[in-house]
């Protein structure tokens, strides 16, 4: 008969279930390891995206006269930057959006090219971005806030009284502007270009180019995080189920073939399921947000002739900026009941083809949330010195109001 003490036999020999013991401990001492730090890197890339780097700010008087400083802000928000280009006689007014780390120095040459043919434009940065305030970026979810403002502003203008307003964006650009014309009847017309279908797409496909990192547990722990240091719902960001809200309101979708960011599916995607009037432009050879690169004058060309037809007088569509019945200046339309919403959740509902791998990566993601005390989740983001404002309900631009005062919103 053997003897055991403590996982050994009297002549000190290992006995099998001790060593069994000691593997399944090892084990899971590395698997909480790997936890922690997966945890620990998504929070740091989150701290570090959601906060994108700032470009020089180039005054007004530096370029030419036809450009004017303006500046306007949220009632409850940061104040925003931009610059408003106004032709002699403006026969109508189109709001630009730059893409995420960008601001609207970038796009002054089709600024400038749009005034040329007779139309006024507002560029600006979006909170966080150039000259704006603001410390964190939300991706698209309270940047259509922002396009909100910028339509506010131009409703004031007296010169547009009676024009029609359209919205052209860029990447997350884009993406705004599709959910704030789902909401905010005042826009007649939008020209989305390199937009998303969904963030948590553009979320799994940049964190594979930049960091080389897997879509599981990445992907969704990094909007988590983004989601707490923001205080917004950016993992409810999902164009694909607003822009059917545009009809019948045009849209034109602009795309690049080479896209290595966005796939050009995702634009594929949202021409179908938009309502129409539609437009898809494919641009061959060009890579991520690259397409006025790419084309310049046929860039120009195809937004003047797009937006020409959209807000021609006769067009048919919403009331004109300033006119009378119309919707009331400086309020959103709310969004329809559950139109881009997912009740506050973290994840993005898989679609299409990613049925399977979008369920997996949010079950496995709701484990490793579950299995960490919210104490702790906290104190991670936390650490970085920022705070979060506001709650992920207070993100939307359902109710908000601008105040205009002046030459101004207040």
């Not at 989601?227 to 189920?241: H, K, M, N, V, Y």
């Amino acid at each position: 008969m053997r003897t055991t003490i403590a996982g050994r036999d009297v002549a000190g020999r290992r006995t099998q279930p001790g060593w069994r013991r000691r593997v399944l401990v090892g084990l899971g001492v590395l698997a909480a390891g790997a936890g922690a730090l997966a945890v620990a890197a998504s929070a740091a890339l989150a701290h570090v995206i959601t906060a994108p780097r700032r470009l020089r700010a180039i005054a007004a008087r530096e370029i030419d006269r036809t450009v004017e400083a303006v500046a306007f802000r949220l009632d409850d928000g940061p104040t925003l930057h931009g610059w408003y280009l106004r032709p002699p006689d403006p026969r109508d007014a189109i709001v630009i959006g730059h893409g995420f780390a960008m601001s609207r120095h970038e796009l002054l040459d089709l600024a400038q090219g749009l005034r040329a043919r007779g139309h006024a434009v507002l560029l600006f940065d979006f909170r966080a971005h150039g000259a704006s305030e603001g410390d964190r970026s939300t991706f698209g979810y309270r940047e259509a806030d922002d396009l909100g403002a910028a339509v506010t502003f131009l409703a004031a203008r007296p010169e547009l009284a009676g024009r029609r307003l359209g919205v052209a964006g860029i990447s997350m650009g884009a993406a705004a502007a599709i959910l704030v014309a789902a909401r905010d009847r005042r826009i007649a017309a939008v020209c989305a270009d390199s937009a998303f279908a969904t963030l948590r797409g553009v979320a799994v496909s940049g964190l594979r180019l930049f960091y080389r990192l897997p879509a599981i547990p990445f992907a969704p722990l990094t909007v988590r995080f983004g989601e707490l240091l923001t205080g917004a719902s950016i993992g409810a960001t999902r164009p694909i189920d607003a822009i059917a809200a545009l009809a019948p309101r045009p849209v034109l979708i602009v795309h690049n073939a080479e896209d290595w960011l966005i796939p050009v599916a995702d634009a594929h995607a949202l021409y179908a399921a938009a309502g129409g009037p539609k437009e898809l432009w494919i641009v061959p050879d060009a890579g991520h947000a690259a397409a006025f690169l790419a084309a310049r004058e046929e860039y120009v060309r195809r937004l003047d002739d797009f937006f020409t037809r959209a807000l021609a007088a006769g067009a048919a569509g919403p009331a004109t900026l300033g006119a009378a019945g119309g919707p009331r200046a400086g309020v959103a339309t709310p969004p329809a009941a559950g139109a881009g919403e997912t009740g506050g959740k973290a994840m993005i509902a898989p679609t299409g083809a990613d049925d399977g791998a979008g369920l997996a990566v949010e079950m496995v993601t709701r484990a490793l949330l579950a299995l960490l005390p919210r104490a702790l989740v906290r104190a991670v983001t936390a650490g970085f010195g920022d705070r979060a404002t506001g709650s992920a309900a207070a993100g939307g631009a359902g109710g908000r109001a601008w105040r205009v005062s002046g030459g101004e919103i207040a």
